[in-house]
């Protein structure tokens, strides 16, 4: 186990996100996939005030941290209102003992058009520490990133996603299995084009019951289980890594 450090490491609490922000970009010669941002709303917003999803993340078969993601208020950025989500993830007491990760991200949506307008990442790994912001504008295509003192600004399509937005707008986009979808997500080393595919449909067990779920695909072998309804509450995560799979099952929702 003690091999286990590193970068590996810093994804494995934040199982949900880990599906989409470790994806590698898939070459768009061979199918064209379509732009998620452009596909019709679900009737229903994924932005429910007070949802608290808890999940817990395996790898080997041994417990090893756990995630929280919440919806937590409405409020006013510039003018217009947004909704504040926010992610925490943490390794367990018994894998902190061997690698201690805590990660907080947090972001501010237009609920309209599922972009971000603020985006705040923080991590504590062991005795490393960074603190990430990002102003986004969207309309004039610029992203403002903060770091260590230092600003960049950055060039970004007007879809563009942060690590945390860019889970709101699978949820909230109506997909059809079989078919691939596309995004652009920024990163520290620039904005890149995601694609997940969606495929299938399967009926699972989990916290809520026996639930109709859609899975996502990534190009990486990874998966990721929504329920199959306007609020689609990701279930499920499976990621393959070189030590093995990662299994992050939703625990409570509130």
Do not use: C
């Not at 409020?75 to 926010?86: F, L, T």
Request: glycine share 6%; no cysteine.
């Amino acid at each position: 186990m003690l091999a286990l450090k590193t970068g590996f490491i810093r994804n494995l609490p934040g199982i949900v996100l880990l599906f989409l922000s470790i994806i590698t970009p898939i070459s768009m010669h061979a199918e064209e996939a379509l732009p998620l941002s452009k596909q019709p709303t679900l009737n229903s917003s994924p932005f429910k005030i007070g949802e608290r999803l808890t999940f817990k993340a395996k790898v080997l078969g041994i417990p090893a941290g756990w995630q929280i993601l919440q919806t937590l208020s409405v409020e006013r950025i510039d003018g217009r209102d947004v909704i504040h989500v926010k992610s925490t993830s943490q390794t367990n007491d018994f894998f902190s003992k061997i690698y201690y990760f805590r990660d907080s991200r947090e972001s501010y949506i237009d609920p309209e058009t599922f972009r971000p307008i603020l985006y705040k990442k923080e991590i504590v790994d062991r005795k490393f520490r960074a603190h990430v912001e990002i102003d986004f504008d969207p309309d004039d295509g610029i992203a403002v990133m903060k770091e260590k003192g230092k600003t960049v600004r950055v060039e970004v399509p007007p879809d563009v996603q942060d690590e945390l937005s860019m889970l709101f707008l699978v949820r909230a986009k109506a997909v059809e299995p079989g078919k691939l979808y596309t995004f652009p997500l920024l990163l520290r080393k620039g904005v890149q084009t995601i694609t997940v595919r969606v495929t299938g449909v399967e009926t699972v067990k989990t916290v809520l019951g026996k639930v109709r779920t859609i899975v996502l695909s990534s190009s990486s072998g990874h998966k990721l289980w929504l329920t199959d309804d306007e609020r689609r509450i990701p279930v499920r995560i499976e990621a393959r890594t070189k030590l093995g799979r990662i299994v992050g099952v939703l625990e409570k929702v509130n």
